[in-house]
């Protein structure tokens, strides 16, 4: 009996310490602890076609901040941290995606794009500079304030969670 409970014991022992390996995120840190966020920029402007949307800078580097916080067990910091996300908003435009039979736009797109650079203090051939964009389509009837904080919701969730899986995410 005795050496059913330890070999039992041992069991549960290893399986639960095998457990502490594995994160439901997805998310692989490594060997580190800390990460850095610097303020987004909003250059959408510079881009043919683009228009500036006020505090979408600051909106979305919160999300990244916070889908790195939430799927993470990583601290942030303000300057220095092991891995340091930085870019700046290079796209945020409007353009109609279908016409109707009399050429009026039936479905507009709302489309935004970040330009990413990723620094991996800790294993530097994780380094990247990368393009990230999504979009929202909604139809041409209804007016942008309408939807714009929807559109802008969804957008800001896939773009922030492709930063993640392409900095991250072992898949």
């Known amino acids: 009996m005795k050496l059913a409970t330890r ?22 840190v490594g060997t580190a602890s800390t990460f850095t966020v610097p303020y987004f920029q909003n250059y959408a402007t510079q881009s043919p076609g683009s228009t500036f949307e006020p505090g979408l800078d600051r909106d979305f580097t919160l999300a990244l901040q916070d889908r790195i916080l939430n799927q993470t067990s990583l601290d942030l910091t303000t300057s220095d941290g092991d891995l340091l996300y930085e870019g700046e ?3 945020f435009r409007i353009s109609p995606m279908s016409a109707t039979a009399q050429q009026n736009a039936a479905q507009n797109r709302l489309s935004m794009a970040v330009n ?56």
């Open 7 to 28: 070999i039992l014991c041992l069991f549960l022992v290893l399986l639960l310490k095998g457990c502490g390996i594995y994160n439901f995120t997805g998310g692989n």
């Open 89 to 91: 908003i290079i796209e």
């Open 116 to 171: 990413v650079r990723f620094y991996n203090k800790t294993k530097e051939d994780a380094d990247f500079e990368k393009r990230f964009s999504f979009f929202y389509d909604y139809p041409a009837n209804a007016q942008l304030s309408a939807v714009k904080d929807e559109a802008i919701e969804v957008i800001f969730e896939r773009i922030t969670q492709d930063i993640f899986n392409a900095s991250l995410a072992d898949w």
